[in-house]
């Protein structure tokens, strides 16, 4: 099947590879429309690019036959849509209001001197990328933030500054 479209703005949709097409007709069998099943197509182009490029937008619009500015509000709405390319590790940092409360706002600034990244930015070497998110369900374990599939509760600085020699010991590693 021939799934690539061209757009105004000359993007041209990718082919969704047969592991992305295989996942989202298994999601097709579990909702009652197409459009139900949008935001869980961007989940699996996530989970296999790393992030949804304006290619793979449109070719999960082509394929489930959504209009693109609908999926786009999809993924603006839900907010764990990447737009942009993340690093390896995204570090999605609480800034709401119990987290805030107990002082994440040191915590970030403590990332950002220990990384050099802050909200929206990746590290040199691709490893992290830092991302503010609204409550993460652990409020009494506040400061937290999720790194990967990892929740890191009652955050201190002594935590950031050991994610940061654990990262060097790694990079040093990997020389
Ligand atoms: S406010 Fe941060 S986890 Fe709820």
Known sequence: M??????SSGKIAR???DAEVKEIEHELTLYPDKKAVGLEALKIVQRHNGWVSDESMLAVSKYLDIALSELEGVATFFNLIYRRPVGKNVILFCD???CW???CEKIRKEINSHLGIDYGETTEDGEYTLIPVPCLGDCDKAPVMLVGEKMHRNLTVDSIK???SSRETQNKSGE
Not at 2 to 7: D, P, T
């Open 96 to 98: 709401s209001v119990s």
């Open 162 to 164: 050991s994610l940061s």
């Open 101 to 103: 409360i107990m002082g």
């Open 15 to 17: 082919d969704l590879s």
């Open 2 to 7: 021939n799934r690539e479209v061209i757009v």
